[in-house]
């Protein structure tokens, strides 16, 4: 399986301490990206100090215009007030989505705890229709496990 492989590259990229806390959120970017072939664009929100907003951290994929997002619009605003991961099998069902490419056909988005709070989240976008799984969404709670280890140091 996939995710159980991909794992220990996680926590080997978590541990790089020459590396800064943005380069090690990037490589986790590129991994997922490179080896989960329906994961198309890849991505971290933050709590933007003490705004009620989200602000865009490393990604790979597609430049986005939303680089803040309100908390409570789109997904992502969404479970930035929730605390609840959330998968959309298909984005046209939904009325409170933000666009970033017509390409896309499924986004699931996964809340970082750090101390029992929602710090941010790891975003992604499918251009498959319906690709995500409980695997993906137990795989994608350890990541944001492992960031929320690094955060905390
Ligand atoms: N679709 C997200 C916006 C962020 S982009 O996917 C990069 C949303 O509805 O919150």
Do not use: G
């Given at each position: 399986m996939i995710f159980e492989a991909l794992k220990p590259e996680v926590e080997t990229i978590i541990k790089?301490?020459?590396?800064s806390t943005n380069e090690r959120l990037l490589n986790i970017c590129e991994l997922l990206e490179k080896h989960i072939s329906y994961y198309n664009w890849v991505g971290f929100y933050f709590k933007n100090g003490a705004k009620n907003e989200l602000k865009l951290g490393p990604y790979v994929g597609e430049p986005t215009d939303h680089t803040i997002i309100p908390f409570g619009k789109g997904i992502c605003g969404q479970v930035a007030v929730s605390n609840e991961n959330f998968i959309v099998?298909?984005?046209?069902?939904?009325?409170?989505y933000i666009a970033c490419?017509?390409?896309?056909k499924a986004e699931i988005v996964i809340p970082i705890f750090v101390n029992g709070k929602n710090i941010g989240q790891i975003d992604i976008d499918s251009n498959?229709?319906?690709?995500?799984?409980k695997e993906d969404e137990h795989f994608l709670e350890f990541v944001c496990n492992q960031v929320s280890n690094l955060l905390s140091n």
């Open positions: 790089q301490d020459s590396r099998p298909d984005v046209s069902a939904q009325d409170n490419s017509i390409t896309v498959t229709p319906n690709p995500f799984t």
